[in-house]
Every structure is written in C-alpha cells, then in structure tokens.
Nanobody, 126 residues
Framework: QGQLVESGGGSVQAGGSLRLSCVSS????????MGWFRQAPGKEREWVAL????????YYHDTVKGRFTVSQDNNKKTVYLQMNNLNSDDTALYYC???????????????????WGQGTQVTVSS
C-alpha cells in the first residue's frame, strides 16, 4: 500500500517562498506520475504541478508557471515543490499524490490518482 507524507507548509507573507516535500513508500516509485494538488476552502482540488519519474516530464498550472518548480530525488523517493513569489491566492491545503504508471498527463484530475498524502497547509498573508 503506497504512502505519501508531505511536509514544509507554513505561513508566509506575500512575495515569500516555501518548499514542500513529499516522501513516498510502498509502490514502484520509479514509474509514477507524481502530482502536487491544492484545495482552498469552497473550491475543488486542483493540480498545480506534475512530474513523471520514468522520464523528464513536468507540467504546471498556468497560475503557478514561473513561480513554482517541481523536482525529484529518486534516491530519497522524494518530490519537492519550490514555491516562490507567493500570493494570497496560493493559500490552500497542499497535497502530494501518486499515480503509478508509465506516463503523466496534464489532463489528469484528482480522481485519476491512487495515493494521497495527508496534506500540508500553506497560508499567505498580504
């Protein structure tokens, strides 16, 4: 059974930065589409960044392009989300998710992912 554990959330002022981490275990980590999702109160859960470990493929939601960077460390089975120039619209509960398989697609939604972390809160004050 796959497990994901996120860390790194917190409170920051607008313009600040945070780095989220997600450690994976329990499935074939090397071939999985890993996603960072977020969910703000009253809104649907949306992906903000996707990365595929079988190759070098990344996708970013338009709202975070140029500010967020997703990366991986296969040795540590860890995915990172570096978030820069944060604004109040980035305030949300951030989740790490995994979909074992052979590719990643920016057409995926939350229901396509099999494993989820517990979430880490990011709060940006203006």
């Amino acid at each position: 059974q796959g497990q994901l554990v996120e860390s790194g959330g917190g409170s920051v002022q607008a313009g600040g930065s945070l780095r989220l981490s997600c450690v994976s275990s329990g499935y074939r980590y090397s071939r999985a589409c890993m996603g960072w999702f977020r969910q703000a109160p009253g809104k649907e859960r949306e992906w903000v960044a996707l990365i595929y470990f079988g190759g070098v493929t990344t996708y970013y939601h338009d709202t975070v392009k140029g500010r967020f960077t997703v990366s991986q460390d296969n040795n540590k089975k860890t995915v990172y989300l570096q978030m820069n120039n944060l604004n109040s619209d980035d305030t949300a509960l951030y989740y790490c998710a995994a979909k074992p398989g052979w590719y990643c697609s920016n057409s995926y939604s939350a229901r396509d992912f099999d494993y989820w972390g517990q979430g880490t809160q990011v709060t940006v004050s203006s």
